[in-house]
C-alpha cells in the first residue's frame, strides 16, 4: 500500500525546530488574542452605541424639569371661586413640611435607609437583592430615587423584571440626583407614590384610607401606607387587612431599628388593629360636579383639538357658573326634595293613600310611624319581582346554573342586596338649571340630589318627557301663523286621527263646553284646547319652532301628542329654549366656558357667538304675556303664593302620564331657572295626583331658589319683559281654577280641601287684592309701572297672601 510522505524539513546549521504541537499553540493563542482584541473592540462600540441609545432615551434634565413643572387645570366661576381641577388622578401636592415626619422616618427606614449617602443607586443594596434573588427570596434593590424615575416616568422607564429596564431607571435616577437634593426627591416620591383607588400621593391617601390629611398621620397610619408601597394591590388594607397588618408591623421594626421609635413603642403599636377610616375621594368638590364633569368633557375635546394637555398644563378655565346663584340652587334642591322624598316615603307606606297635604312637615310627622315604600314593596310584587329580574345579580346567578326561581328567592332573602335595591329605586331625584336669557351662559346647575350617590346628570343627560312644558311651542307657532292670544276654541271633546290611530285627549276637570281663549287655554294648560291648536297650526310647525328656540339635541316624534310633552328632552334644552322666548326669541347657545387662559394668564380662547333670529319679537312677546297668566292664575301660582317671589314672570309646568315626571320652569327678565322631579324607574312615581303635578313639585324647587336669589340682590325684582300688545282681559276667578284641576291621573287620593295651605280667593276682589300685594295689575295680571305700585310698609316681607290654586297639566 502506498503512502504520501511529505518532504522532510530542511536542515538549517545551528536551528533545532520546535516540535509541532508548540507551533500549534503559538498560532492558536495568536488567533485568541486578535479574535478577543477584535470582539472587545466591538463590545466597546456597542456599549458605546447602546449608552449613547440609552442617554438619548432615558428623560433629560429638561424633561424632569417639564414634569416638575406639570400643573392641574383649574375650573373657575364666574366670580373667581375655583370650581374643581383637572389632573390624571386625584392628587394633592404638599411642601415636605406638610407632610408628618413619621411618614418621612418610615419611608426611609424600609424603602432607603442609605437614601441619604447615596446618589441615585445603593450599589450595596442592588448587590445584596441579586444575592437573594439568586436563592429564590426575590428583593428589590431600588432606591427612592430610583422608585421615583419610575413614578415620574412610568411610559419611559416601565416596570419590565430586565436589564434593560433596570440601566433606564439607573440613569434616570443618576439624572434626578443631579438636578435635585434630596428634600426635593423626597416631597417629589411622597407626592406622585401610587395608593390605588385613583388615590395618588400622600395627602390623598391619608384622606382616603384614615380621612385625616397628611400632615396629621401618626406613626401607626404612616407604616400602613408605607407599607403599601412593596405592593399597593397585595398589601391593600381594605382588601387584605391581614397582609397590611403583617407589612405595617414590618415597617414599624424598620422604624425601630432606625431608631425613629422606641422598642416599647413598636410592642404597643404592633399590638393595635389597623383602624382604617376608608372612604373613595369624589372626582370632583360638592359645589358643583355635575357642572365640572360636563365642562371637563367638553374642555377634553376642545384641548385635544387645539394640542394642550387639560391635566399638565395649569390651563385657567373661566366658565359662566356664578357661585353665589350655584349655592342657593343646591340648598333649595336639597331642602325640597328631601321634603319630597318624606312625602313619597308615607305615600306609599301603606295600602290606602293618607289623606293628602299640601304641607310637606304635615309628612314629616308621619314619617317615623311608616315603613317608606311599605306598600310597594308588598303590594307591588309583580313590579319587585320585574326590577329583580333586572338586575345584574340576577343574570349573574342565572348565569352561574341557578335556575330563574331559585335565583329569585335567593335575591329576596339577600338583606343588603334588598336593601340597596330598595334605595335606588324609591330614592326621588331632581334636576336643576339656571341660565341668564341675555346671553344664554349658566348660572347654576344641580344634576342630582347627591353626586355621590348619583352620578347621572338630570339636566343634560337624562331625557324625559316634558308633559306641558312643551305647550309654549304649540302656542308659539299659533302666534307665528298669525292666531291672536284671543282666538278661542271650544273647550270640548277632540279626536285626532293620524295614521289609523284615533288620539283623545283630555283633562280631568273636564269640559266645559264652552269657548275658551288661547290665552286661557295656555294658563290653565287644557289639552283639549292645545290639542286643537296643533290641529290648526301642523305638527311641523310646532317641531321647527321648537327646534328653532333650542330643544335641538333631542329628535322630536312628530306625533299629534307631542303638543302635550311625549317626546323626551333635556333639561338643558328646555330651559335654553325658554330663555330665547324670555329674551323676545334671540337664541343663544347654552354658554358655560367664556374663556381660558395659560398659566401665565394670557388669554388663549374666548367663547360666545352672537344670537340668532328664533321666533319674531312680536309672536315672542305675546307669548311671554300670555305665560305671564300661568304665574299669576293659572298652574304655577306657587312661585308667588307660597315663595313670596316678585317681579314680571312668566313660565309653565309640566306633568306626565300617571305622575312620572314633574316639570317647571320660571322666566324673569334676567333669570331662567327650570326643575325637574321624579324617579330613575318610571314605574316609581309619586303616588298622589296632587304632589305628582309640577306645579307641585318642580315647582316648589325653583320658587324656594328665586325666594332666596331675590332676598340676596342677585336677581334685579325691578327688571321687566316688554309690555303686552294687546290689551290683556280682566281675570275671571270663575276660569282659575283650583289646582289640581287638569292634572293626568294618579294612583288614588285626592285634595283635601281641609288640609291645603293654598285656598283660593272666592271673590273677584279677593283675587285682584292678591295681585295688587304682588305688584300686579288688579284686572290684567300686568305688572304695573314702578311708579304706579303702592308703598310698601317698610321692614315688611314681600310675602303676598295666598292666590287661588291654579289649574295643572297632563300629557296623554
Not at 370 to 379: D, K, S, V
Not at 772 to 780: A, C, F, Q, R, V
Request: no cysteine; hydrophobic share 40%.
Amino acid at each position: 500500500m502506498l503512502r504520501f510522505r511529505p518532504d522532510p524539513m530542511p536542515t538549517v546549521p545551528g536551528f533545532e525546530p520546535a516540535p509541532a504541537w508548540r507551533q500549534r499553540l503559538k498560532r492558536l493563542a495568536l488567533r485568541y488574542a486578535l479574535w478577543s482584541a477584535l470582539a472587545a473592540a466591538v463590545a466597546a462600540v456597542a456599549l458605546g452605541i447602546y449608552v449613547a441609545v440609552l442617554l438619548r432615551i432615558t428623560p433629560s434634565v429638561d424633561d424632569l424639569k417639564l414634569v416638575q413643572a406639570q400643573q392641574p387645570s383649574v375650573l373657575l366661576s364666574a366670580d373667581g371661586q375655583q370650581i374643581a381641577s383637572f389632573r390624571r388622578a386625584q392628587q394633592e401636592r404638599l411642601t415636605l413640611d406638610k407632610v408628618s415626619p413619621f411618614v418621612v422616618k418610615a419611608l426611609v427606614a424600609t424603602e432607603d435607609k442609605r437614601f441619604y449617602d447615596h446618589h441615585g443607586i445603593d450599589f450595596i443594596r442592588s448587590f445584596g437583592a441579586v444575592l437573594h434573588s439568586a436563592t429564590g427570596d426575590m428583593q428589590g434593590g431600588s432606591t427612592i430615587t430610583q422608585q421615583l424615575a419610575r413614578n415620574l416616568f412610568p411610559d419611559e422607564v416601565g416596570r419590565a423584571r430586565n436589564l434593560h429596564r433596570k440601566a433606564k431607571e439607573w440613569v434616570t435616577a443618576m439624572r434626578i440626583e443631579r438636578v435635585y437634593d434630596k428634600k426635593q426627591i423626597l416631597e417629589a416620591y411622597l407626592n406622585t407614590a401610587p395608593f390605588l383607588y385613583n388615590a395618588v400621593g400622600i395627602e390623598m391617601a391619608a384622606r382616603t384610607y384614615f380621612d385625616t390629611s397628611a400632615a396629621e398621620l401618626d406613626a401607626l397610619q404612616s407604616a400602613t401606607l408605607v407599607g403599601m408601597l412593596k405592593g399597593t394591590y397585595y398589601y391593600n388594607p381594605v382588601q387584605h387587612p391581614e397582609r397590611s397588618l403583617a407589612r405595617r408591623n414590618v415597617v414599624l421594626s424598620q422604624m425601630a431599628k432606625a431608631q425613629a421609635i422606641t422598642d416599647e413603642q413598636l410592642r404597643t403599636l404592633s399590638a393595635q388593629p389597623l383602624q382604617l377610616h376608608w372612604s373613595r375621594q369624589p372626582d370632583f368638590p360638592a359645589t358643583a360636579p355635575h357642572f365640572a364633569a360636563y365642562a371637563r368633557k367638553w374642555l377634553l375635546d376642545w384641548a385635544d383639538e387645539h394640542d394642550h394637555d387639560l391635566y399638565a398644563d395649569g390651563l385657567v378655565i373661566e366658565t359662566t357658573l356664578d357661585s353665589r346663584l350655584q349655592d342657593e340652587a343646591v340648598r333649595a334642591v336639597q331642602a325640597q326634595a328631601d321634603a319630597l322624598q318624606q312625602v313619597a316615603d308615607v305615600e306609599w307606606s301603606r295600602q290606602a293613600l293618607p289623606a293628602v297635604s299640601t304641607a310637606p312637615e304635615a309628612y314629616a310627622k308621619l314619617l317615623g310611624k311608616a315603613e317608606p315604600f311599605g306598600w310597594l314593596w308588598t303590594g307591588r310584587r309583580d313590579l319587585v319581582t320585574a326590577f329583580l329580574r333586572e338586575s345584574p345579580e340576577f343574570k349573574q346567578a342565572v348565569d352561574a346554573g341557578a335556575g330563574p326561581g331559585e335565583a329569585l328567592e335567593k335575591l329576596r332573602a339577600d338583606a343588603p342586596f334588598m336593601a340597596r335595591l330598595k334605595a335606588q329605586k324609591t330614592r326621588l331625584e331632581a334636576g336643576f338649571v339656571a341660565m341668564d336669557p341675555r346671553n344664554g351662559e349658566v348660572r347654576a346647575w344641580v344634576g342630582s340630589r347627591d353626586f355621590a350617590l348619583e352620578q347621572y346628570d338630570h339636566v343634560a343627560q337624562a331625557e324625559r318627557q316634558p308633559g306641558s312644558t312643551f305647550k309654549p311651542f304649540v302656542y308659539g307657532a299659533a302666534l307665528e301663523a298669525g292666531l291672536t292670544p284671543d282666538r278661542t276654541f271650544v273647550d270640548g271633546p277632540v279626536e285626532v286621527t293620524m295614521g289609523g290611530t284615533v288620539w283623545r285627549p283630555t283633562d280631568m276637570s273636564g269640559a266645559t263646553g264652552q269657548p275658551m281663549t288661547i290665552r286661557d287655554g295656555l294658563a290653565l294648560s287644557k289639552n283639549t284646547i292645545t290639542a286643537q291648536v296643533m290641529q290648526e297650526v301642523g305638527i311641523p310647525r310646532v317641531v321647527a319652532l321648537a327646534k328653532s328656540l333650542g330643544v335641538d339635541q333631542s329628535p322630536l316624534e312628530a306625533v299629534p301628542s307631542l303638543a302635550l310633552g311625549t317626546s323626551p328632552v333635556t333639561l338643558l334644552e328646555m330651559v335654553n329654549a325658554y330663555a330665547s322666548i324670555a329674551q323676545v326669541g334671540s337664541v343663544h347657545k347654552p354658554v358655560f366656558v367664556k374663556r381660558i387662559k395659560d398659566r401665565t394668564g394670557r388669554v388663549i380662547a374666548e367663547f360666545g357667538e352672537a344670537p340668532r333670529r328664533g321666533m319674531s319679537p312680536e309672536a315672542a312677546t305675546d307669548l311671554i304675556d300670555m305665560m305671564r297668566g300661568v304665574i299669576a292664575r293659572g298652574t304655577g301660582t306657587q312661585v308667588r303664593t307660597r315663595f313670596g317671589v316678585t317681579g314680571d314672570l312668566a313660565g309653565k309646568t309640566g306633568t306626565t302620564q300617571k305622575n312620572t315626571d314633574g316639570w317647571f320652569i320660571l322666566m324673569h327678565p334676567e333669570l331662567v331657572a327650570g326643575a325637574w322631579v321624579g324617579f330613575n324607574d318610571a314605574r316609581v312615581t309619586l303616588r298622589s295626583s296632587w304632589w305628582g303635578q309640577g306645579g307641585h313639585n318642580a315647582v316648589r324647587l325653583v320658587g324656594d331658589f328665586f325666594r332666596d336669589a331675590q332676598k340676596k340682590g342677585l336677581v334685579d325684582p325691578k327688571a321687566s319683559f316688554p309690555p303686552p300688545r294687546v290689551p290683556v282681559p280682566a281675570f275671571d276667578p270663575a276660569a282659575s281654577a283650583p289646582e289640581g284641576t287638569n292634572e293626568g291621573p294618579g294612583e288614588g287620593g285626592s285634595l283635601d280641601p281641609a288640609n291645603s295651605a293654598d285656598q283660593p280667593p272666592k271673590t273677584a276682589e279677593e283675587l285682584g287684592q292678591a295681585l295688587s300685594n304682588m305688584g300686579l295689575d288688579p284686572k290684567t295680571g300686568v305688572p304695573r309701572a314702578p311708579g304706579d305700585r303702592p308703598p310698601r310698609p317698610q321692614n315688611e316681607e314681600p310675602m303676598p297672601p295666598p292666590a287661588a290654586p291654579a289649574a295643572s297639566d297632563s300629557s296623554p
